[in-house]
């Protein structure tokens, strides 16, 4: 449980990280006009997602036998209550950097 508490916290971390950086660069380098609803909006649909994951993550922590359960029907060898909330730092923290990027004007050159 201790586990899965500081992982929330990581976790709100790099919302807020998305967050800040995403309504800087739509009203900085986008130049768009600041919405309190739209910004209210993303903050709701993040709440219910991290919400989503957190609550897996306890149910799977608390009994196990689900997470091997549905593991087996996936045919997802190993999936556990830590893969579910490391994959939502994986995803949010994915988001965060591109935001950053976004922020900084930086541009990414793939290379064939």
Do not use: Q, W
Request: proline share 1%; charged share 20%; net charge positive.
């Amino acid at each position: 449980m201790k586990d899965i508490l500081m992982h929330c916290l990581y976790l709100g971390i790099l919302i807020a990280i998305n967050i800040a950086c995403s309504t800087y660069y739509n009203i900085k380098v986008k130049d768009i006009k600041f919405d309190i609803n739209k910004l209210l909006e993303g903050i709701y649909k993040s709440a219910i997602i991290v919400f989503s994951f957190v609550g897996l993550t306890y149910v799977f922590d608390k009994i196990p036998y689900v997470v091997e359960s549905i593991g087996l029907v996936l045919g997802i060898e190993g999936l556990s209550s830590m893969a579910i909330m490391n994959g939502a730092l994986v995803m949010y923290g994915g988001f965060a950097v591109k935001s950053l990027y976004d922020a900084l004007k930086v541009k990414v050159i793939k290379r064939a």
